[in-house]
């Protein structure tokens, strides 16, 4: 019942920015950690950032100073700010979330539908 919608994604120039926003939705539920993962041609899915509820942050060795994670609890909206872009970023970026009912149960992981970041000149 959790749903992610992302956007922001696009084409960029090496050393450029991007933002991708994602805002989950679903009455009833809990909206716990939330993040962000990647996946290149030929690649598996690898986290890129996390962050949680009370905004403890995580990110890849390969972001660390360049990209940037924030949320906002009262939208259920996570951001990814993305500076200084290398081709190597080049991916579908998935928004993700960690949630569970109100009131109690199995907390399940719920997914955006991808929105793709190509660093090209």
């Known amino acids: 019942q959790v749903q992610l919608v992302e956007s922001g994604g696009g084409l960029v120039q090496p050393g450029g920015s991007l933002r991708l926003s994602c805002a989950a939705s679903?009455?009833?539920?809990?909206?716990?950690?939330m993040g962000w993962y990647r996946q290149a041609p030929g690649k598996q899915r690898e986290l890129v950032a996390s962050?949680?509820?009370?905004?403890?942050?995580n990110y890849a060795d390969s972001v660390k100073g360049r990209f940037t994670i924030s949320r906002d609890n009262a939208k259920n909206t996570v951001y990814l700010q993305m500076n200084s872009l290398n081709p190597e970023d080049t991916a579908v970026y998935y928004c993700?979330?960690?949630?569970?009912?109100?009131?109690?149960?199995?907390?399940?992981?719920?997914w955006g539908q991808g929105t793709q970041v190509t660093v090209s000149s």
């Open positions: 993700n979330t960690k949630a569970v009912r109100v009131g109690g149960g199995i907390e399940s992981n719920y």
């Open positions: 679903g009455s009833g539920f809990s909206i716990n950690n």
């Open positions: 962050i949680s509820r009370g905004g403890s942050t």
